[in-house]
């Protein structure tokens, strides 16, 4: 048998979803001559099944069995038994580009390097994104590199995107550790002792971000030890082979590594948390001593405080972060020419805890923040605006210097200082104002050598310099400006540089007629916006009308091809509604639509929020008005019991001015109301003013109730899962905060209690004393209309005769970081549309869910269809797993089916429950996509339902709303 080119080590464990996706995308590699070596590590799910079927298909495929050892065992066995002349590794549940392999190992033959390495995308939710961890290694291609010349290959740390020649991998005698995070003992010695490394921007691996696997559960306190034992693996080797990258690499690590340690420290106990803080004495004594030097005060803090086993003290750092860090500023201590300066954090000089100084020198924190974000010509004189400040210093005491530079040659431009309000509304904290961190720079192009030259500034603040290249501005973007001269100014990835002038590939001009953009080109033509088509008018302009929506569009040819805009056309930006609609474009002059909510500077960002708690006084100067601000999920949505209360109101003709807080202009104003956006002097005013606000959420954090006002606290579901305050005492630490319940909950006049089992369950979640309205949910009286389902199944365009499913999972608390929360797609909707021909599917998103992945038709999306009661009418079955969307569709005595495949975490670590859900749940669980199928098949009403309905539906009637309004008006404080 002839020797393979390539050998693919594929290791799988209890992944038979996705292995054959995997296996297809390696079957179908362009290069030929390649064995692949699946190593089944003891699965249990059928995977095992699924592999040797694909060999016993496929020549190329052999199958090697073991018992359960780990990722890194396997790949060792399979790369013991691989007979290729380079060698690869791919995980079971990530896929391939056809082109990997042959990219590779093209380049590998063509320059005789060791190994080659390339770029990576992630599979988040079904969609292909960039990987933040691979894109500056691989911006570029550069073959023959090593990684003492390239660097930023010390963040390349994963094994799947290279092939080694095989001479070189087993001269080093390669082998992975048998524990987790097991790539990186094998990669980083594999760049150091490479002879040559072929670095290619092509993206060469697709890897799957799945729940449940290793990537997911990088805090459990087993991973965190591994992950640093293989840190200080490949620190201890740096430091012996390869000296010179020692400290970068550990100030890398100490900086993305470490914070696994510091959360799983929030929550470990006893002997996990003992484990933890040996181990991170272990990883300190082996670490670079700038490693830690190196970092912003509040990881040193962290660090020092769990160094020093002061974790009581450690967590309440870890919640400061979280909640106050963008609030704090620096401060300066000591005396005449000692005095200096630290970050005011807590335990700053606080002598019972005996915290030194130096771990709050502001020193690293210090940072220049520099952009650009306009050129102006006129003649051969340029003048270049932005602004420039060091971070926690006030930019009113700072001096900005800038220059052109070429080399070492310098030549300073004219400054003047400009008020900027959004550099302090775009810095993200509140503690510090930079609006007048404003410049702008000129000179004379004509009196600058020929030559590429590149704009530099400083910022001076008494004896603190930072000096740096000012970046364009995020929403201006990149583009080239007219020539002055020998030079052309473009704004580029490498900021504001001057090259020879270049041919203007523009062809086309932007300006405003009215609230439409009007295109015009060169040659007459149509073009695509939305993928709708826009025609000419008489003039030749293309009229388009930019989405009440926020996101950013591409303008393009018919052809598919973008729209340039020609040099130095620079449309303003535009009011419309609630909205502001912006142009940022690309290099070449591709021109990208920007519709984002139209809050002036000073109403933008944590600054913004500060100056909006001391100007309520004056809006109260002119009492109570008679209005009523509806407010539904933090005015991302007009709906829930928020929109069934203004129903109901609209309906009695009453005196009232009604009010809509939109986030972002999203949906639709309702009738007969106004909107205003969310944070906006004019929010502000309505609280300030209104006689009711009516939310189902809390409110701002400088909300203050004003006297004469009355807050209905609605709220949005029967609880399930736990709430407020009895969410402190489990295991997972959730990055949302729990203090709004100290600030908001005693402003509540009234609260709705959607049935007798919540209110005792909400007064001490939330630890209200208030009124409660024992009324039911006025949201679900739309139930009780149940002949509308025929209308409702019309407008979303499913065929008469056609049974509708729909699914409405609630989010994950574990996929919840800042602002993004995510839905792991676990149910296979292809596979369960394929099942059930006679079904329509349809998917709700939880409105909390910013990024979800694409539906595959023909399952409908319907997460932006206004009102989920509409969806319920239309549904002949709800396939949920812990959402309030039981009880509410309870009131329909239509089957449920609940998908609990993560029902052991959910519920024991990451939420809680309030009853025994398995026991009593009012249908089947499951834990597949084909049991679930199989109970959509079989759904029925099961003997508990009318108990499940007894116990949380007893006050749902279709009159809620009645009641509710019937309370409100009155002024009762009677329940």
Not at 721 to 735: Q, S
Request: proline fraction near 6%.
């Amino acid at each position: 048998m002839s020797r393979p080119k390539l050998s693919v080590v594929v290791p799988f464990h209890d992944v038979a979803r996705f292995l054959p996706r995997c296996l297809n995308s390696l079957a179908k590699q362009r290069l030929k001559s390649i064995e692949y070596v699946l190593v089944d590590d003891g699965s249990t799910d059928g995977s095992g099944v699924i592999a040797k079927e694909k060999a016993a298909a496929d020549p190329r495929f052999v199958v090697i069995e073991q018992e359960n050892r780990g990722l890194g065992p396997a790949r060792n066995a399979g790369a013991r038994a691989a007979r290729g002349t380079y060698l690869a590794f791919a995980d079971g549940d990530d896929t391939l580009p056809r082109t990997a392999y042959s990219t590779l190992v093209g380049s590998l033959e063509a320059t005789g390097s060791d190994l080659a390495c390339g770029n990576v995308k992630r599979i988040v939710g079904g969609k292909l994104r960039p990987s933040a961890g691979h894109a500056e290694a691989f911006a570029t291609t550069i073959t023959g590199t090593h990684i003492r010349r390239h660097r930023a290959l010390l963040t390349d740390r994963t094994v799947w995107n290279k092939v080694f020649r095989r001479e070189f991998w087993d001269r080093n005698g390669f082998e992975f550790p048998a524990r987790h995070y097991e790539d990186s003992p094998v990669t980083i010695p594999a760049h150091v002792l490479a002879g040559a490394t072929d670095v290619l921007e092509d993206v060469v691996y697709h890897w799957r971000i799945r729940s449940g696997s290793i990537t997911q559960r990088r805090t459990e306190p087993a991973n965190v030890l591994d992950r640093l034992a293989s840190m200080r693996a490949v620190s201890e080797f740096l430091k012996e082979r390869a000296p010179g990258l020692w400290a970068r690499h550990d100030v890398l690590v100490t900086e993305f590594d470490l914070a696994f340690l510091l959360e799983s420290l929030e929550t470990a106990e006893g002997q996990e948390q003992e484990e933890l803080l040996d181990s991170l004495a272990e990883t300190l004594g082996v670490l670079h001593p700038k490693a830690l030097a190196r970092q912003p005060s509040i990881r040193r803090l962290e660090v020092h405080l769990a160094a020093n086993r002061m974790v009581p003290e450690l967590r309440e750092v870890r919640m400061f972060r979280r909640a106050s860090l963008g609030d704090a500023g620096a401060v300066q201590h000591g005396w005449f020419r000692r005095r200096q300066w630290f970050m005011d954090y807590p335990f700053l000089r606080d002598p019972a805890k005996g915290i030194p100084d130096s771990v709050y020198d502001a020193t690293v924190d210090f940072t220049l923040k520099a952009v650009v974000d306009d050129v102006h010509m006129d003649g051969s004189r340029m003048t270049a605006r932005g602004y420039a400040y060091i971070t926690h210093l006030e930019s009113s005491r700072g001096v900005v210097d800038v220059w052109l530079q070429r080399e070492s040659v310098k030549l300073p431009l004219a400054v003047k200082r400009v008020r900027r309000m959004d550099a302090t509304a775009d810095s993200g904290q509140s503690a510090t104002c930079h609006d007048d961190a404003g410049f702008e720079a000129s000179i004379d192009l004509a009196d600058v050598a020929p030559g590429r030259w590149t704009l530099h500034c400083s910022v001076t603040h008494g004896k603190v310099v930072r000096k740096g290249v000012p970046q364009a501005h995020p929403d201006t973007g990149y583009r080239r400006y007219p020539a002055g001269g020998a030079h052309q100014p473009s704004l580029t990835e490498d900021g504001l540089v001057l090259r020879r002038p270049v041919r203007d590939r523009g062809h086309a001009w932007v300006e405003w007629a009215g609230d439409r953009m009007a295109v015009r080109t060169r040659k007459v033509q149509p073009l695509v916006f939305q993928g709708a088509t826009h025609r000419p008018g008489d003039d030749g302009r293309v009229l388009i009308t930019p989405p009440a929506r926020v996101g950013v569009w591409r303008l393009r040819k018919v052809d598919g091809t973008p729209l340039r805009l020609r040099v130095g056309v620079s449309p303003p930006s535009h009011r419309i509604g609630v909205h502001r609609v912006s142009f940022r474009t690309e290099l070449e002059g591709e021109v990208l639509v920007v519709v984002q909510p139209a809050l002036e500077d000073d109403e933008r960002g944590r600054f913004a929020e500060r100056r909006l708690r001391g100007t309520a006084r004056h809006f109260r100067k002119g009492g109570i008005r008679e209005t009523v601000v509806f407010d539904a999920y933090g005015g991302r949505l007009a709906s829930c019991n928020p929109r069934a209360i203004f129903d109901e109101m609209r309906t009695r003709d009453l005196p009232l001015e009604y009010v809509w807080v939109t986030r972002d202009g999203s949906f639709d104003t309702p009738e007969d109301s106004r909107v205003v956006l969310h944070g906006s002097k004019e929010h502000e005013h309505a609280l300030a003013t209104a006689r009711y606000l009516v939310g189902n959420r809390t409110q701002p954090n400088w909300y203050t109730k004003p006297s004469g006002q009355t807050y209905l606290q609605t709220w949005h579901g029967t609880p399930l899962k736990k709430l407020g305050h009895d969410l402190r005492d489990l295991p997972f630490r959730r990055t949302e905060l729990l203090d709004w319940m100290a600030r908001d909950v005693p402003q509540w006049d009234l609260l709705i209690s959607p049935n007798p089992f919540s209110t005792p369950i909400m007064r001490r979640a939330f630890g209200y004393r208030g009124v409660v309205l024992s009324t039911g949910y006025p949201r679900n009286d739309a139930l009780f209309s149940a002949d509308r389902a025929f209308q409702i199944r019309k407008r979303l365009g499913i065929p008469p005769g056609k049974k509708v499913v729909l699914y409405a999972p609630t989010w994950r608390d574990d996929l919840h970081r800042g602002k993004r929360r995510r839905l792991s797609m676990e149910l296979d909707l292809a596979r369960m549309q394929f099942a059930l021909k006679d079904h329509v599917v349809l998917v709700r998103a939880h409105h909390l869910i910013t990024d979800r992945p694409k539906v595959p038709s023909p399952a409908i999306d319907v997460t932006n269809y206004p009102e989920i009661a509409d969806l319920y009418l239309a549904a002949d079955v709800l396939v949920t797993d812990y959402s309030s969307a039981m009880f509410d569709f309870a009131c329909t005595g239509k089957p449920m089916v609940f998908f609990t495949y993560d029902l052991e975490r959910y519920r024991d670590t990451l939420r809680g429950f309030y009853f025994d859900f398995v026991d009593e749940a009012p249908g089947p669980l499951t834990r597949t996509t084909d049991e679930t199928i199989e109970a959509i098949r079989e759904a029925s009403v099961p003997p508990g339902y009318s108990m499940f309905q007894r116990r949380f539906c007893p006050w749902d009637d279709g009159r809620a709303s009645s009641r509710v309004v019937d309370i409100l008006l009155s002024g009762s404080r009677m329940a």
